[in-house]
């Protein structure tokens, strides 16, 4: 099966500041990655997500890249700001197989 | 437009007791799933309905069982209940297999 491994498990930045959360995924034929983000006590919400077909995807300040060769991806969040503080999942799945999901990164961002 | 929908939102049981967790999903999704999320860890895959009518394990099926009512609606049992099943349970959502998922706002349950 799929295996996904995020780093780091926790990031602190400063507000304005660009944060960066890596994943690599074992099974070359997952094609769907989706990021979440939770804060606490609530759902996990989805921010953005890419398909194997397309190497980055913007969404104002957040944006998604994948490398298909070395089987990793990417979230990036420029200019960021307080309500960014959350915990952020990413997952991978391919045709036929569950969504596996990484382990989290706590992201905190110092005003 | 609820999305998906959860009851109750808490709860606490005694060992051994049964319950039934409700979801239901008003976007006319085919799929739905059970997570379960411990804390500081991430989501696990109790159980999923790939299409109304079909059921299958994921990675963490041990004392559950659940039901595809209808399409909107696909319940979590817990037959008897364990400490070790204290959790946040999340039912989740998506157009179809592969497609984004979307959860509801979980149920908190703990078993004394």
């Known amino acids: 099966g799929e295996n996904v491994e995020q780093h780091p498990s926790t990031l602190s930045v400063q507000e304005g500041d660009s944060a960066v959360i890596k994943c690599t995924y074992s099974?070359?034929?997952?094609?769907?990655f989706p990021w979440y983000k939770q804060e606490l006590g609530k759902r996990p919400q989805l921010i953005i997500d890419i398909r194997s077909n397309v190497g980055e995807k913007k969404d104002q300040r957040i944006a998604v890249t994948l490398n298909k060769t070395a089987k990793h991806f990417s979230l990036h969040i420029t200019e960021t700001q307080p309500e960014d503080s959350a915990v952020y999942f990413c997952a991978a799945q391919y045709p036929g197989n569950k969504l596996t999901f990484g382990g989290g990164t706590r992201v905190l961002v110092k005003p | 437009n609820a999305g998906v929908t959860q009851t109750p939102k808490f709860q606490v049981l005694k060992t051994g007791q049964s319950m039934t967790l409700q979801c239901a999903q008003d976007m006319n999704h085919n799929s739905m799933y059970w997570y379960r999320q411990d804390p500081g860890m991430g989501l696990r895959l109790i159980y999923y309905s790939a299409s109304e009518g079909t059921t299958d394990k994921g990675e963490v099926p041990n004392g559950y069982n659940v039901s595809r009512l209808n399409k909107r609606e696909f319940s979590l049992r817990l037959e008897s209940a364990a400490p070790s099943q204290t959790s946040v349970y999340f039912c989740?959502?998506?157009?179809?297999?592969?497609?984004?998922?979307?959860f509801g706002d979980g149920t908190r349950l703990s078993i004394l």
């Open positions: 099974d070359s034929a997952s094609n769907y």
């Open positions: 989740a959502s998506s157009e179809g297999w592969n497609q984004p998922q979307h």
